[in-house]
């Protein structure tokens, strides 16, 4: 017979690799931490981040995660590189980790720290200038336009919350609209029209981005009479959704294991714990995330201490 998991991890994030650290620190003896892809997660692909505590200068998203899986694997995390395909919930009460090529796995409790992908506009210059001028994390990069004229696209609440927040940094900020409602709360439309340093660029969809090695130059827009206008600015920022990874919840019959958002996010307690006892959420995945390595971090720390006490529950 295989060996039962006490947890498994599904995602080498930060909030994975995290919960796997203070996890196998924390006690437990049988723990694996599965990633489909690159250990450190989305960050990884960052070209630069400067807001993670005790960072004193500007890394890349590579060199901060450089030495998490050391840090972690030291105290016996077993990593394993997979795609997993489904979480289940057994008849037996165990958890049912189902992998790329129809292996099975069982474990006892299971953290899904499967993280989220922004959605991508589609348009033209994006994928060639992303990390060189096109964003999609004002947090992270408004920064560096600091001072200088910038431009969102989108019309829901991420992408007016992110235009003030930039306005606070940045010069000038475009907000380029395909049409000339928004999605975001009227609060923030409020907020948005109330500020000088947001120009408001409606019913205009970008044509394309354009720049050069050194990065962006400007967004060609073009309005619904068919009049181009040329943003000559070095950033733009992508707010049209997120997508959040939440695939592995979801069953052969088209439900979700535990209780999902309607954006599709995993609902927690403060504790991490879903509606399903001894499965946890934690970092982007979950409801109500900040979108932080610091947040998915600690959200992580957080599930696997109640994962922890879940565990020793069961044999009370
Ligand atoms: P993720 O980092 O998304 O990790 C999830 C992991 O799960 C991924 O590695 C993925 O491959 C894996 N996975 C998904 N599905 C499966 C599956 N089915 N099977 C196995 N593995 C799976 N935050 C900051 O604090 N500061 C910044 O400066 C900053 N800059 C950013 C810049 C960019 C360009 C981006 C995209 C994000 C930035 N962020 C920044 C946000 C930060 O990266 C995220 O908030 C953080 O990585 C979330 O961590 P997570 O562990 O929840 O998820
Ligand atoms: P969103 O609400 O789905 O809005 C996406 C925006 O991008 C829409 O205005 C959409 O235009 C536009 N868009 C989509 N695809 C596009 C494309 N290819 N090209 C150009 N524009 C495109 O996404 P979000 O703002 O990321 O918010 C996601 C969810 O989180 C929402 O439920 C939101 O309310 C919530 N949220 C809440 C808060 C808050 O409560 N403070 C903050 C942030 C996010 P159309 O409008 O024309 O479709």
Redesign the pocket.
């Known amino acids: 017979m295989s060996t039962v998991l006490d947890l498994a991890i599904i995602g080498g994030g930060p909030a994975g690799l995290t919960a796997g650290m203070y996890a196998t620190r924390g006690g437990l003896g049988n723990v694996v931490m599965y990633e489909k892809g690159v250990v450190g997660g989305q960050i990884t692909k960052s070209s630069e981040i400067e807001n993670y505590p005790g960072i004193t200068q500007v890394v890349s998203g590579l060199e901060l995660m450089e030495k998490w899986p050391e840090q972690v694997m030291r105290f016996g995390l077993k990593y394993e590189m997979s795609d997993i395909i489904r979480v289940s919930r057994a008849d037996d009460g165990l958890f049912n980790i189902l992998l790329e090529g129809g292996e099975s796995v069982k474990a006892k409790s299971v953290i899904v720290c499967t993280g989220s992908v922004p959605?991508?506009?589609?348009?033209e210059g994006e994928d060639t200038f992303y990390g060189r001028g096109v964003s999609f994390c004002a947090t992270c990069d408004g920064f560096f336009y600091k001072n200088k004229e910038v431009a969102v696209?989108?019309?829901?609440?991420?992408?007016?919350?992110e235009a003030l927040f930039l306005s606070n940094i940045c010069s000038k900020v475009y907000l380029v609209?395909?049409?000339d409602?928004?999605?975001?709360?009227p609060a923030?439309v409020q907020r948005v029209n109330k500020n000088s340093k947001i120009e408001l660029v409606l019913n205009s969809?970008?044509k394309k981005i354009y720049g050069d090695v050194s990065g962006v130059n400007g967004v060609l827009v073009v309005d619904k009479a068919g009049v181009e206008r040329d943003l000559k600015v070095p950033g733009v920022f992508v707010?049209?959704?997120?997508k959040v990874n939440n695939e592995v919840l979801l069953q052969e019959n088209g439900e979700f294991l535990c209780e999902m958002s309607?954006?599709g996010e995993v609902v927690v307690d403060l504790d991490m714990n879903t509606s399903l006892k001894g499965l946890f959420a934690a970092g982007d995945i979950r409801i109500n995330a900040a979108k932080q390595v610091v947040c998915a971090a600690g959200d992580g720390a957080t599930a696997a201490i109640n994962a922890i006490s879940y565990l020793e529950s069961l044999h009370e």
């Open positions: 959605k991508k506009s589609g348009v696209l989108g019309g829901g609440d991420a992408a007016l919350e609209h395909r049409r409602e928004f999605r975001a709360s923030t969809t970008v707010f049209v959704g997120m309607k954006g």
